[in-house]
């Protein structure tokens, strides 16, 4: 029985106000070429991706998008280092007081 290798996908998935949508094209091809667009903030899962994929398809021409939305508040705490910061405002008054001097 023969298997077309062209087709289209597409999927999403939400978590927790997390959303992603996952879109998979493939054509026909005598090679393997997995091609996967992630945004940097998941970047680190396009190994993983490939894998998934290299095991189920021997060829072809796969092209992965993957977009995430983070629509929660996981992730999104900001630390600051307050000692550090007040260095860098101390810097900044003096660079100030020194431009100042010279105009």
Known sequence: MLKSMTGFG??????EAREYIVEIKSVNNRYSDISIKLPRS???EEENIKKLISASIARGKIEVFVTFNNNSDKGKNIQVNQELAIQYINEMKKLSETTRNKL
């Open 42 to 44: 998941i970047s680190f």
């Open 10 to 15: 597409r999927s999403k998935y939400e978590n």
